[in-house]
C-alpha cells in the first residue's frame, strides 16, 4: 500500500536496456516484454518475481512483497 517510485510525479520516464541484465527486476523485464509501444497495462508481481526473500538491497521492499506497476510503454528504440 505504499508507493516506492513513481516516474510520474517526478515528470520523467523510466529508461532502460530490455533484455540487459541488472536493469530491472525479472518480473517486470517479462511483463513489459508483452507490450506494444503506446499500451498501457497494470502488472501486479509476485515477490519471486521481484525482490523475493531477501527483498531491496536497499530495504525500501521487505522481503516476499507482491508488486504492482502501472506502466506506459511510451517509445521503443
Known sequence: GKY???TKKRNQPFQ?????????????EKAIGMLREGEKSLFILPSELAF??????????????????EVELEKVN
Open 16 to 28: 532502460f536496456v530490455y533484455g540487459q541484465e541488472w536493469q530491472v527486476i525479472e518480473g517486470l
Open 52 to 69: 523475493g526473500e531477501k527483498g531491496s538491497s536497499t530495504g525500501i521492499i521487505p522481503p516476499y512483497t507482491s508488486l504492482i506497476f
Open 4 to 6: 516506492f517510485d513513481s
